[in-house]
Each structure stands twice: as structure tokens, then as C-alpha cells.
């Protein structure tokens, strides 16, 4: 399945995971306008990509059902250092804009030791999300700031959220060598994600004000990796939903996306 080729690159371990507070592009207007930007995506550029260039799409899982007062529950495993993390918030928090809306995100990037260095991105660590349809749980485990070989820690998982990483975000829905890896997503207790779902070169060396132009920009290849992804997200997000709110998951483009969960 698709989903194989970016996992095996994004197989970090839990232990690494960083935040970096210095960062002067953490400026929270910036990082509000710029979220709403993604906020106000029309419809139209959301079919018009469709699956886009993802190259790895949500895989079902045999999970519990997550829910919370009720909803979906989506939980979200990353750091601040990981590259592939900076890549897959692009395409989450598009997604997920569809539903609710968030507060509080603030710009950062990832690491500059590492892989596809210094690709700027948001993260959630302090965020708040606010829906109706889906409930938003984070956990930004590390900076991008060095610290003893690794980076600072930021917050710490809950047992549960271990569980559920290593248990869905391995076998034998994943390879072996990404068990553990960041990102990773469940949705609902019905798919995960472990990985970045499109090719984080399309963001190098450009900054956050340029991602949300391209983005926003169906014809751009970084739309077609972050929209692309974030159509996926959707489509399995409405399936755990019950297809509403209707005027996202009655798109069409969706209902072609679905079956290549399977």
C-alpha cells in the first residue's frame, strides 16, 4: 500500500520530540492570519485537487472507538523537531478547519539538524480547537531545540496515548521500522496515520507566508501534497462523523478518496 513509503522515512522514536521558544516567527497574529487563511479555503479548490500527490492515505485500523462528550475523537502524536510533523500540520489543520476552528497556533519549524531542515510550519502545543462534529486531542512531545542529543521535552503522553501509537502505528497496519513514528493520527479508533502523507521537498525554503500562497493555489505542487492530503484526512474524518457537517462530506471527490483506505 502507498501508505509504506512515507512511513519508513518518518520512523522516529517517541524519545525525540522539541519545541523552540527563541523563534521570532511565533508571533500569534501572523500565525492567526495565516490560519485563517487555510480556515477560508473554498470548496472548489478542495475538488478541483482531489487526492492530489498523496502517496500515503489513511489505512483502516481494528482500534476502539475514540469519542469524546460524544464526538469522533482525533488524536494527533508529533514534535516540533520532526520534519515530517511540520509537513503533515499543513494538511491537519486545513482539514480540520473544514469542522471547527482553532486558537492559539503559533508558528515554529522544524529542526536545523535534522532532515528537510528548518521546514517552517505550526504547532499545537497550546492550541485549542473548537467543533462541533470532531474532538481535537494533540501531543507535542518535544522542541526543536537541542538539548543532551535529543531535543527539550514539551508534554508528555498519557499511557493511553502510547498504546494506541505503538499498537495502530506499527504492525500490521505499518512496516516494523515505523512503529513509533511521528506523526501519527487516529482517527476515531477507525484509521491512522504514520508519517507524512506527501513530499515534504515541496515546502523547502519557503516561508509559512508562501506554503498558505501555495496552498491556496490548486495548480501549485504544495497544494497538491497539503490539499491533497487534507481531502484524505476529510474523507475519513466524515466517515467517522456520519458525513456531516454535509456541506464538506457531500463533496464527491470523497467518496473516491474513501477506497483507497482499504
Not at 469522533?72 to 478547519?97: D, F
Not at 514539551?154 to 496515548?161: I, N
Request: net charge neutral; hydrophobic share 40%; charged share 15%.
Amino acid at each position: 500500500m502507498a501508505g509504506a513509503a512515507i512511513v519508513v522515512v518518518s520512523g522516529f522514536a517517541i524519545a525525540a520530540v522539541a519545541r523552540g521558544s527563541a523563534d521570532t516567527s511565533r508571533s500569534p497574529t501572523t500565525a492567526a492570519s495565516l490560519a485563517a487563511k487555510l480556515a477560508a479555503i473554498p470548496a472548489g479548490t478542495f475538488h478541483a485537487v482531489g487526492p492530489g500527490s498523496t502517496v500515503a492515505f489513511p489505512l483502516e485500523v481494528d482500534g476502539p472507538p475514540l469519542t469524546r462528550d460524544g464526538k469522533p475523537r482525533v488524536l494527533y502524536m508529533g514534535a516540533e523537531y520532526c520534519p515530517y510533523c511540520a509537513t503533515e500540520r499543513w494538511a491537519i489543520i486545513t482539514a480540520l478547519s473544514r469542522f471547527g476552528r482553532f486558537q492559539g497556533l503559533h508558528l515554529t519549524h522544524s529542526a536545523f539538524d535534522d532532515t528537510f531542515p528548518n521546514t517552517q510550519t505550526f504547532t499545537f502545543h497550546a492550541s485549542r480547537y473548537n467543533s462541533t462534529y470532531v474532538s481535537f486531542e494533540t501531543v507535542e512531545m518535544m522542541t526543536n531545540q537541542p538539548a543532551a542529543g535529543s531535543y527539550t521535552k514539551l508534554e508528555t503522553p498519557t499511557l493511553e496515548q502510547r498504546q494506541l501509537m505503538s499498537t495502530y502505528g506499527g504492525p500490521p497496519y505499518f512496516p516494523p521500522s515505523a512503529t513509533g513514528g511521528i506523526p501519527f493520527l487516529d482517527i476515531a479508533g477507525r484509521y491512522a496515520v504514520s508519517g507524512a502523507s506527501y513530499d515534504p521537498t515541496v515546502l523547502q525554503g519557503k516561508s509559512a507566508a508562501e506554503i498558505v500562497r501555495e496552498i491556496t493555489n490548486p495548480a501549485t505542487a504544495v497544494s497538491r501534497g497539503a490539499i491533497g492530503t487534507a481531502n484524505a484526512l476529510t474523507a475519513a474524518i466524515c466517515d467517522a462523523t456520519g458525513n456531516v457537517p454535509a456541506s464538506v462530506c457531500s463533496d464527491p471527490v470523497l467518496a473516491h478518496i474513501t477506497p483507497r483506505f482499504r
